[in-house]
């Protein structure tokens, strides 16, 4: 097995950083459509902006999960390098591992939230579709 070094660890940090500036923009995003939902809903309640409540809260939940465990995975890269810079070689790696095992999840759950937003999409088209119908 190869060495574990410095370097190992740090290329991830471009690539996370990268990755949770798109979770928060992603997030800021959906603070705003919150925000117009809501005004929507009070002026005229449906059931097409209430399924979009509902959507919007997973993706919501998702997002959270998402940047959490894009922290945690640069924390136990940064720990990894502290480690290697110990010269603990063995707990480096499974720190390392472990970041790497994070990042994963985080990018499934991203995956995941990508699903919910496509039918969210759904919703508005079907509901466009049925209004040109009524027409």
Known sequence: MEALTLTTPALLFSAVSLILLAYTNRFLGYAALVRQL???LK???DQVLLDQIINLRKRLYLIKNMQLLGVASLMFCVLSMFLIYVEVFEPAAYA???GLLL???SLLLSGWEIKISVRALDL???DMEH???NK
């Open 38 to 40: 809501y005004e929507k």
């Open 43 to 45: 002026a005229n309640p």
């Open 96 to 98: 390392f591992g472990l």
């Open 103 to 105: 990042l994963i999840i």
């Open 124 to 126: 508005h088209l079907n």
């Open 131 to 133: 209004f040109k119908d």
